[in-house]
C-alpha cells in the first residue's frame, strides 16, 4: 500500500513538474521566435521574404544583404552614434537619478512633498505635446544635430527619479546613514561608498530600462538628428528603404544587427537584477 502511495505521489510531483516546464518552454518559445525570425528574415533574399508559407530556416543571401546594408548607408558610424547616445544617457541617467531619489528618500527640507509631487505629475504628460517647445530650444541652445538633445533632458527624467526614491527608501537603513556621518563620511562618500552600493538592484533596472529606450528612440533622433551619417540606427534604418528601393533584407540584417546590443545589455543585467532582489528578499 505504501508503495502504491509512493508511486502515486511520484506520478504527481513529476506531472505537474512536466506541465510547469511545458508552460515555461511556450512562453520562451512565444517570446524567442521573433528574435530568431528577425535572424532568419536577414538571410533571405526580398522574393523570399515574403513567400507563403513563410521560410523558417535560414537562406543563403545574408553576404548580399550584408553588403547593400554598408553600401547605402554608413551603418557602422550610426552603429557608434546609437552605443555612445545610449550609453552616455544611461550613465548621466543613473547618477543624477540616484542622487535625486536620494535626496528624496533620506532629506527633509521645505517643500519636499509639493516638489515630489510636481514631479510625478510630470509623468501624466504625453511626450508628443512638448515636441514643437522642446526642437526650438534645442536650436535656441546650439544643440541642433547634435548628440546633446538626446541626452541631456532626460538624466533626470521623473520616472527614474521615483524609481530610485521609492528603491532607496527601502533598501538603505537611516542607522547606516547616521553611522556613516558620525564616522566622518562627507555626503558624496555616503552616496558613492553606500547609496550606490546598496541601490544596485534599482540602479541596474533604471540602467536596463534608459539604455533601452535611448537605443530605440526613434523620434528624437529624426527631429534632431538630420545628418545621416550623424544619427542613430533606427533613423537609418528607416532611410535605406527609400535609398535602395527595396532591401528588405538589408533591412532586417540591420535590425538584427541592432538587437545584438539589446539582448546583452539585457541577459547582462536580468541575471544580476534577480539576484540581487533575491539576495534582499533572503535577508528581510
Known sequence: MNKVLRRQKLTK?????FLIYLILFL????????????FVLSSLDDS????????????THILENWRILFEQINFGRNFL??????????????????????AFAKYSFKGKKILFTFVLTTL??????????????????????TWLPLIVPGV????????MTQFIGRAVPDEMLEAARIDGFGE??????????????????LGTITFIGSWNNFLGALILLPKIERTTIPVALSSLRSQSGGGFGAIYIGTALALLPLIIVFLSFSKKIINDFARGSIKG
Open 81 to 102: 552614434n546609437s552605443v555612445g547616445i545610449a550609453t552616455l544617457s544611461t550613465l548621466f541617467t543613473i547618477f543624477f537619478c540616484t542622487l535625486g531619489g536620494y
Open 27 to 38: 512562453f520562451v518559445f512565444i517570446f524567442a521566435f521573433p528574435f530568431y525570425y528577425v
Open 48 to 59: 523570399e521574404i515574403f513567400t507563403s508559407p513563410p521560410r523558417l530556416f535560414f537562406g
Open 124 to 145: 501624466a504628460i504625453p511626450p508628443f505635446l512638448n515636441i514643437i517647445p522642446f526642437f526650438r530650444m534645442m536650436v535656441a541652445f546650439g544643440w541642433y544635430n
Open 188 to 205: 558624496l562618500g555616503i552616496l558613492f561608498r553606500i547609496v550606490f552600493p546598496l541601490a544596485a538592484p534599482g540602479i541596474s533596472v
Open 156 to 163: 533626470a527624467n521623473a520616472f527614474g527619479i521615483f524609481l
Open 13 to 17: 510531483k513529476y506531472s505537474s513538474r
